[in-house]
């Protein structure tokens, strides 16, 4: 369906995005300020818009017997549509200031919009919103960043579910990729912020995290000397010997789709737990470390 959009200069990221998100979905949207500018306009079209679908009540009551049920349901799917159009608006306003100058939202694939916005538009918490909103900034920064699976998964997360994973991400270092280093789940650092054998397996069932409570996971490491990072926080290693070098990096891997969650979860570091980690890593440390 197509549906006419203001879309002020599509020069401009946010922009071009309302342009793709109306073409790709048919949903009408305007950026908040000119919604605030058009207050007025608005008002006058609503009230136009009643009279329209007034006369059109009467003509349908003329063909058919309108019954109070009939109301009731048209009353229904109306209030339940303008709380999913609010919702759809309130992530789109969230994710303009994550959106950069060299954004590409006009090759964001329209399959993949239409997925969001069908996925998302339930979604009221404010903070769960928020994580949307980043998501979709992110597909228009970069097109193919995040996966259908990914916005799929991101549906069934309870606001539990983010919390807990952002809070696991706080132990998350640079190596590589972003790898929350778990090394002992029942160590007390690990405890007071929620990660324990319980919630590492519910990550795990959820499809964010590998869970190895035995063996754990170690990174094969191509060069003798290296710098892992916490947070920017620099960490330089030398592991010993010349060839097949890993590096222990505890019970936790990333999944695909919880390595996409991961820079956009909102986790910020843990007081202590460079020296933790470092202290785990004693016999890699360099005379700089």
Known sequence: MSVSVNVGDLVKPIDTLIHKISDATGVLYEPRRIRHK????????????????AADIIKAESEIEITDLHRRAAQRWIQEEAKRQKNMEDIIDKAEPHLNAEAKPDSMEDDWLT???DKSRIVSDSEMQSLWSRVLAGEANVPGTYSKRTVNLLSDFDKSDAQLFTQLCGFGWRIENVTPLVFDEQAEIYNRHGINFDTLSHLENIGVVRYESLTGFAKDIAIKRFVVFYYGRPLSLEIPGAANNTLKVGKILLTKIGQELAPICGSTPVDGFYEYVRDQWREFLTEVS
């Not at 058009?38 to 679908?53: D, L, P, V, Y």
Request: net charge negative.
């Open 38 to 53: 058009a207050k007025a306009e608005s008002e006058a079209a609503i009230t136009s818009a009643k009279a329209e679908a």
């Open 115 to 117: 997925n969001f916005f």
